[in-house]
């Protein structure tokens, strides 16, 4: 590179060098353009619900310092240092004066050229007024040749100050960029090189709002996601439809947490989860997953924190029944625990000793395989809201994000599941300020989403396990989706896009027709029949992103019938057992 730098002139330099930075300005906007966010043909339209739910769009942008807490480390950059809608504006300020900017930027060549008049070039192309070659010395100072009067000089920056001497001098000058307030000691316009520091850019006094921290809601007709009653009873929903109303929660299945439930307060004994000895069910659903024509990888799950706590022979029966299904063909590995620590348990030391517990039993037994667990962490949702952090550590005390840490430290499992749309209700009682205008704006789900993945970015989760996310805000309640194509869409940027445009590899969908007392949820309609979701997920080509939960006791029309309908949208089922 130097050798073929050092054999253009001062022109052609710049002449490359410009035609760099307007390819770059030319061409950034349209790769923007092409590829405007993860989630093809998804992109938010003005006016549409989509505008107020969306992902983190990182190509236009987006900061998240407003949600995430105080604690997050510094080093967590969330933004663009130059996102496309700058670039013209980068561009302006480096080709303005002819370069000039150019010419004051840092590093210096080791040798270089200037005009004797700095306006010779803007206005004529040449050095009329005579040229200066300055070579740099080996104690980093430059050694400047007036090629008129022959007038020799010895230049550079110190302290942030372009100095010129007439000697000679004995140390290398201060490594440090110019200061704009610096003044140089005995440079004059004509001799010294005109430094400016390197442009910066206050990103978010240009930078436009993140949508999801509009000061706006849901669609009316979009269930916002609540929590539990206490006493274990339905809780009306917030736009009282008795459809969406929250259910009561049972370990029957997976935790119906639905765009209007959340993880249950207490724990009921897992007796009547059928067990594969004694029931074929999840035997013939392992099988017909592992179709080749359905190309899915395959998990089985059961909640082995239930048994643990009923004591040492449930446990063991469990175990035996989680183990002979995993040891089945074409099964990748085994969930053994969901929502840890969030019920159940009272003290952490009792959430590690079952942790260490059942990975040592489950790596003995399974070698190979491999184990997750999940886990929910409601202050992450709560961004920097400080009073939504204190209750929610309250609600969960032991499934807080510095529990977590330490769970995930015992190297247990490869893989963790973290929960996300939960706590709808919750959240919505608390109020972020808005990035551009600064006004208080409540906790939207595409916010809460937002936050809750960038704080686990935050957290480092992804050195000490595989990070994925289960998300349970999908799903609907009765037989027919509320949502129509444009509501589905800004439900699927916000829940969907939100955590894959932060890292998240894959998202786990709860509520293929999840049945919970009398209520039932689903992602597809009653009968296997599309609506605007799924058809807006199968789409989208994110397949190989997405993965569903499965119970083979509750099925639309035939294990293999769901299952074939599931993989057209997902590329990894979890089996409850």
Known sequence: MKPLLGSMTRRERRFAVAGVIITLTLLLPLVAAAEPGLIPGSGPTPGTASATEQPADVERGD?????????????????????????????????????????????LPPEFIRCNQKSDLAKTGTCKGGETLCQQQPTGWYRCTDQVTRKVTYEGYVNGAWVVRSTPPSTAPSPTAPSPTATSTAATPSTAPPRS???????????????SLATSSAPASTPAGTEPSTTGQNEPPPDGNPATAAPTL??????????????????????????????????????????????????????????????????????????????????????????????????????????TRAGQDLRAALPGKHLAIG????????????????????????????????????????????????????????????????????ITPALAARAQWMSVRALEWDTLAQVRGREYGLAHAGGTSPWDNKQATAQIDARIGTALALGVPTI?????????????????????????????????????????????????????????????????VFILL
């Open 63 to 107: 900061s998240c310092h407003d949600t995430l807490p105080a604690d997050t480390p510094s080093y967590v950059v969330c933004r663009w240092l130059n996102p496309p809608q700058d670039a013209a504006a980068a561009a302006q300020f480096w080709l303005a004066e002819d370069g000039a900017n150019l010419e004051r930027a840092q590093p």
């Open 197 to 211: 520091p390197a442009q910066t850019i206050d990103a978010t006094a240009v930078l436009p709002a993140p949508a």
């Open 250 to 355: 049972t370990s029957t299945t997976a935790p119906p947490d639905t765009p209007t439930a959340e993880p249950p307060p207490t724990a009921t004994p897992s007796s009547s989860k059928p067990a594969p000895a004694q029931d074929s069910t999840a035997a013939q659903a392992i099988a017909a997953a592992a179709a080749s024509r359905l190309r899915l990888r395959i998990w089985v799950e059961s909640d082995l924190a239930d048994d643990y706590l009923a004591g040492d022979r449930p446990y063991t029966t469990a175990l035996q029944d989680l183990v002979a299904a995993a040891q089945q063909p074409g099964v990748t590995g085994v969930k053994f625990a969901d929502n840890l620590g969030y019920t159940g348990f009272t003290t952490a030391a009792d959430v590690t000793r079952f942790l």
């Open 375 to 442: 886990v929910v962490v409601p202050e992450l949702g709560c961004g920097a809201a400080k009073t939504c952090i204190r209750a929610m550590r309250a609600k969960a005390p032991l499934a807080t994000k510095e529990h977590i840490t330490r769970y995930l430290t015992l190297r247990a499992v490869d893989r963790v599941e973290i929960s996300t749309g939960l706590f709808g209700r919750t959240y919505a009682q608390y109020q972020v300020p808005d990035a551009k205008t600064g006004k208080p704006t409540a």
């Open 508 to 572: 786990t969908l709860w509520g293929h027709k999840a049945v919970d007392g009398t209520q039932t949820y689903r992602l597809l309609d009653a009968g296997l029949a599309p609506n605007a979701l799924w058809t807006t997920l199968t789409s989208q080509r994110l397949r190989g992103r997405l993965a569903v939960i499965v119970d083979p006791a509750s099925t639309e029309r035939s294990i293999t019938a769901d299952l074939t309908e599931l993989a057209k949208a997902v590329s990894e």
